[in-house]
């Protein structure tokens, strides 16, 4: 079930090789697991726990359910299983200038894997953190290098604050984010998120078993990793069972992504549903989706492969606009950390590559096909907002250079982009929390490009700069070449522990600025408020501390048309 070149990964990912010492066994619910003793990092691993029954045959296309199997004696637990359909839908690893195929892909999938020091006793109750991958609703996995978590939890044992780390395998594509009329009807939207929810619900009955606090949970994610972090806050009306105490959203938040309306699924994504039930021969099917259910695995991944689908409003996780969720503060009320990088922009999924703009008719169009479409009145106030000023566009401070070559406006688009899907969200929802909640909300500015202007997992055509997914080989704080290398600059690397150490602080003490670094000119990261609002700017060479009012007049007019942008 593993890879095949995993065991060569394994051996980059932990820069050392694994080699088993003493088995370390857990005992869980359900019975005793067998993991990998990790003595490079003094640390324990634990993969592949199932936390649900696999959806495969009958449960596919259906919510997941608890895993209700026990035994007797002890199983393995020291390799990752598959990882969900959709991985390869992303390029593919850079490992020492080679790319490294193998990853294989499965229905059987919804796993948790777990790293935490050695020698943890049940008793000791650690802080969690549990990542959610991105890869937007169509690709990630815990298999992937980047998300090693041996180093943060290594930060952790450093500064005498140790946590452990767990990620959550979820369904992806059209295996967990399906939409259409039938689906809906059948209220099994959203099973990604679903998935999600239910590996909380294990750790809050198992990680107690492996050393750690289910009241000291931190959930976190980038991109759609981050998305999914907001969705959980306003899930359920707000109501997260006591889940977490925290979380993150990088390069996300509850607001930007449009979420589609039953009423909306028509003219958005019935007709892919369509495609893929033509495609696997089940459109004449009386129960399409029980028909789904029967088509071979390989059959339907190759039908939904190229088909982009996200969250909706399935009336139940999601049962009102994020917007709307705040606005009656129905919204689960824990500590946060919220952040966006300075160019978000230049990824080549949220800025406009792939339809280049060169002229105001193409820029207009563009903008008038965002959220649920936009009228004229709003279309022409945003032009007005963003003029054809390349001084003034995405990459910011890149002067009058226009890169052309990705269209002629391609700037003017980019800054769009970015503040719509990202940095307006991010002010929005920092300014409501800090007025209406105790718990505290720091905010951040990524603002440091790749040492070698590449983002192998995102963006290399320029212009890259600092572009969306660029921060997390620092909260990784992964020194390994893989495809996000840190680059073999020291002052690089000293960011690169500060982020990581940052966020170990917060996962432990819910505050930031206990990280135990001596440094005298690392700026001591503020609390979020409205009356002062201010970011941390993680930057290579200086870090620092900025007040929250860049494009303060265009930031604040995307808040203005949250139901227009269907978010």
């Known amino acids: 079930m593993l890879f095949k070149a995993y065991c060569f990964l394994s051996l980059i990912g932990h820069a050392l090789a694994v080699s088993v010492v003493s088995s370390p066994t857990v005992h869980t619910i359900n019975g005793t697991y067998s993991g990998l003793s990790i003595p490079s990092f003094n640390q324990e691993a634990f993969y ?198 925290g979380a993150i959203m990088e390069s996300a938040s509850l607001l930007g992504a449009p979420i589609n309306t039953p009423e909306q699924l028509q003219r958005s994504y019935q007709g892919m549903y369509d495609n893929i039930t033509t495609t696997v021969g089940c459109s004449t099917s009386n129960d399409s989706l029980a028909c789904l259910r029967t088509v071979p695995y390989e059959t339907l991944y190759d039908a939904c492969t190229g088909f982009r689908q996200t969250p909706i409003m399935d009336g139940e996780f999601i049962s009102q606009l994020p917007s709307q969720s705040i606005q009656k503060g129905e919204i689960a009320d824990v500590a946060i950390i919220m952040g966006t990088n300075t160019d978000e922009g230049t990824a080549v999924f949220l800025g406009p590559r792939a339809n280049p703009l060169n002229t105001d008719e193409e820029v207009s169009n563009y903008i008038r096909a965002l959220g649920s479409g936009l009228d004229n009145t709003t279309v022409e106030t945003v032009m007005k907002l963003y003029p054809d000023d390349p001084t003034w566009g995405c990459p910011f401070g890149t002067g009058p250079e226009r890169f052309a070559d990705q269209g002629y406006q391609y700037k003017r688009g980019a800054a769009i982009a970015g503040d719509y899907f990202m940095h307006s969200g991010r002010r929005f929802y920092a300014n409501w929390h800090s007025t209406r909640s105790k718990k505290p909300i720091y905010t951040y500015r990524f603002d440091q490009a790749p040492w070698d202007m590449r983002e192998p997992s995102i963006m290399i055509v320029p212009p890259v700069y600092v572009t969306h997914y660029s921060e997390i080989v620092y909260v990784f704080d992964n020194p390994n070449n893989n495809s996000n290398f840190i680059g073999p600059y020291p002052s690089y690397a000293r960011l690169q522990s500060f982020m990581s150490r940052s966020w170990v602080s917060f996962v432990h003490d819910l505050n930031p600025n206990n990280h135990g670094l001596q440094d005298p000119n690392l700026p001591k990261w503020p609390t979020y408020d409205s009356r002062h609002p201010q970011n941390i700017v993680f930057r290579e060479g200086g870090s620092f501390i900025e007040n929250d009012d860049y494009r303060k007049q265009q930031l604040a007019f995307w808040a203005t048309i949250w139901p227009e942008l269907q978010t």
């Open 48 to 245: 592949g726990i199932p936390y649900a029954q696999a959806p495969v045959g009958d449960l596919r296309l259906r919510r997941s359910l608890p895993y209700n199997q026990s035994w007797s004696g002890i199983r393995n637990a020291t390799v990752r299983s598959d990882s969900c359909p959709g991985f390869n839908s992303f390029p593919l690893n850079l490992v020492g200038g080679s790319l490294i195929d193998g990853l294989t892909l499965g229905e059987d999938c919804l796993t948790i894997d777990i790293v935490r020091p050695a020698n943890v006793k049940p008793s000791e109750k650690l802080p969690v953190f549990v990542w959610f991958y991105g890869g937007g609703f169509i690709a990630g996995g815990s298999a992937d290098p980047k998300y090693n978590m041996s180093y943060i939890v290594k930060n952790s044992m450093d500064m005498n604050k140790p946590i452990m780390g767990a990620i959550i395998n979820y369904r992806t594509m059209c295996f967990g984010f399906l939409a259409s009329k039938e689906v809906l009807d059948a209220n099994v939207g959203n099973l990604g998120l679903f998935d999600q929810r239910q590996g909380l619900k294990w750790i809050q009955e198992n990680i107690k078993s492996f050393g750690g606090d289910p009241k000291m949970v931190t959930i976190a994610g980038e991109s759609a990793g981050g998305s999914s972090t907001g969705y959980h806050l306003i899930g359920f009306n707000g109501n997260n069972d006591g889940l977490f105490r």
